[in-house]
């Protein structure tokens, strides 16, 4: 975990685990969804849900990546 520039979880219970376990990467350690148009920023786990919430949370998860993936490219400050 000391060498990741950026931790990103799915949800407040992904953050409390990762505190728990890595308390030292906090400080770069995101919700995934804050990158996100919707309003939830946390990003349910499709696993044994109907297909359509599996295809909501690919939807959001790509989303947020392509965000993150233009203020990297664009060189903003994290």
């Known amino acids: 975990m000391s060498r990741a520039d950026l931790v990103l979880v799915m949800d407040h219970a ?3 685990a990762l505190a ?3 308390p030292d990467a906090l400080e770069k350690t995101y919700l ?3 990158l996100d148009s919707e ?10 849900a109907e297909d359509a ?6 939807g ?9 993936l233009v203020h ?4 903003l400050p994290s």
């Open 39 to 48: 309003p939830d920023v946390e990003i349910a786990d499709p696993f044994e």
């Open 72 to 75: 990297v490219s664009c060189g």
């Open 14 to 16: 992904n953050l409390a």
């Open 20 to 22: 728990t376990r890595y």
């Open 60 to 68: 959001r998860i790509a989303g947020a990546i392509d965000r993150l």
């Open 32 to 34: 995934l969804g804050s």
């Open 53 to 58: 919430a599996t295809e909501q949370a690919c």
